[in-house]
């Protein structure tokens, strides 16, 4: 089966990801360097790259492996997931030096399931650290985000965004029709996994 181009270019390395604030760089350099990080809180509009930059660093931290629990917070977003699976997981002793819970989609958590997720980053934040996306950071309650260092990620501006699609298909040997290609950046913009998935399914 042909891959998704959305993950055959998903990028996998700090130096690889497209930061758009120097600072973030610098930041994230600082977390790997240290070979730790707090509870993270990324936010932006879908597309913008949060999931890439949240996996990317669990990789550079060198966590794996049963020391790291993704779920998507969109399906797993009840008082019970949070107690049940998530409990169960940070509250054993990790294997390397700390464990990673990765929480996509963390808007779609019910309000009391945020609570008790709040109680969770406490009681176990010697020994496993949240990611927590999501794209409507006003969703989040405040005392996640009190306990957490935000990052917010802004949109490509549209010259880079069409660059890196152009890229793609470039890479993929596919001839680009710039009128055709316009019609796609103006119907995604700026969800670049939604553009690539728009060009790779219309693509020949």
């Not at 990317?56 to 629990?69: N, S, T, Y």
């Not at 998507?72 to 700390?98: E, L, M």
């Amino acid at each position: 089966m042909k891959k998704l181009w959305t993950e055959a270019y998903r990028p996998d390395t700090v130096e690889g990801y497209v930061f758009r604030d120097e600072e973030q760089r610098k930041q994230i350099n600082e977390w790997v360097s240290s070979g730790s990080i707090p509870h993270v809180l990324l936010s932006g509009s879908p597309g913008t790259g949060k999931t890439t930059l949240a996996k990317i660093l669990v990789k550079a931290l060198g966590v794996q492996g049963h020391d790291f629990m993704m779920l998507n917070a969109s399906r797993t977003n009840s008082v019970d997931d949070v107690r049940d699976r998530i409990v169960n997981f940070a509250g054993t002793i990790p294997f390397g030096d700390f464990k990673i819970v990765l929480l996509d989609e963390g808007d779609y958590l019910s309000h009391n399931a945020q609570a008790a997720l709040r109680g969770v980053m406490e009681e176990f934040a010697d020994n496993c650290r949240f990611i927590i996306t999501c794209n409507y950071p006003n969703k989040i309650i405040p005392a996640i985000h009190s306990r957490s260092q935000s990052i917010h990620i802004p949109k490509l501006d549209r010259v880079a965004f069409t660059e890196r699609v152009a890229t793609v298909l470039i890479s993929e040997g596919v001839d680009i029709d710039l009128d055709t290609l316009d019609i796609y950046i103006s119907a995604s913009y700026p969800d670049l996994r939604k553009c690539l998935n728009s060009v790779q399914q219309n693509s020949v």
